[in-house]
């Protein structure tokens, strides 16, 4: 079955008497991984040094606060890429806590052989919102090829709003795990409910069908990956497979960076997205 970590039982290591992070998880939960996830929490005297090794590349998400660096303001809304042998300082504002996500053996994962990547910082909050074409869920893409230039891996930040319920499906040749931001609910694992709740990080099994359940009266928010950024989706139920549709708004109302044709998103590369 799948791996269920809760944040709230995983220890601080302390990087400075008002600073932390949190592992997540990583090679101790499962050694067969190619992901490091964690959750920094820190206060605006310490200097975070983002670096993606050789065979490596890193994403951050920041949740709240901000910070300044090379290459632009680090604010609310903001992701950040780094390929290999990327370093980028960060310097926050004020109290400051973002998700933090490593991926090894980049390599093995990007299928764009030969691209000079780069840095690249963008808001999601900007972003086209796709809605579902069977239920009210919304989703908005965090990481893509178009987004970070490469197809390592894929992330969504995708919203459940109360008792809306996914289709029944599951994946193959893809590391997919999700850390819930908001809410409560229930994701079934092969037909086994188990709860889950804001903190809870939980990794699915390569063909373990899944489908999540807002059980709460409060939106259920996301965040989710597939490593890499190309794999195989099946549903139990063909009748149910979801397309994504544009709504022409980003996630504060307006006109978005950039057009996303409707598409179903089960694995393959679509072209502008």
């Known amino acids: 079955m799948a791996i269920i970590v809760s944040e709230k039982n995983v220890k601080k290591n302390q990087i400075s008497d008002k600073s932390f992070k949190k592992i997540i998880f990583d090679q101790l939960n499962l050694p067969t991984t190619d992901i490091i996830f964690e959750k920094y929490v820190m206060s605006r005297d310490d200097l975070i040094n983002l670096k ?7 994403w951050l998400m920041l949740l709240e606060g901000s910070a300044e660096s090379s290459i632009d303001i680090i604010k609310g809304g903001s992701t950040l890429f780094l390929p290999p042998q990327k370093v980028l300082d960060l310097q926050p504002n004020d109290h400051c806590i973002f998700l933090k996500l ?23 909050l900007k972003e086209p919102v796709l809605n579902s074409e069977h239920d009210k869920r919304s989703r908005v893409y965090l990481a893509s090829k178009e987004l970070i230039k490469n197809s390592a891996f894929v992330s969504e930040i995708v919203t459940f709003p109360s ?70 989706t099946i549903w139990s139920d063909e009748s149910k497979r979801c397309a994504w549709n544009p709504t022409g708004q980003n996630s504060l ?10 598409h179903i998103s089960d694995g393959k590369i679509v072209e502008g997205v």
């Open 253 to 262: 109302g307006t006109e978005p960076t950039r057009d996303i044709k409707s």
């Open 163 to 232: 008792q809306v319920k996914s289709s029944n499906h599951c994946h193959y040749d893809v590391e997919h795990f999700q850390f819930l931001l908001q809410g409560e609910g229930i994701v079934f694992l092969d037909n086994t409910p188990v709860k889950i709740t804001k903190g809870d990080f939980v990794y699915k099994l390569d063909g373990e069908y899944h489908h999540v359940h807002n059980t709460g009266e409060d939106p259920l928010i996301f965040v989710e990956f597939f490593i890499p950024g190309i794999w195989e």
């Open 102 to 124: 490593t991926v090894n053996n980049f390599k093995k994962h990007s299928k764009d052989k030969g691209t000079n990547l780069e840095t690249v910082h963008y808001d999601y």
């Open 52 to 58: 993606a090794e050789a065979d490596q590349c890193v």
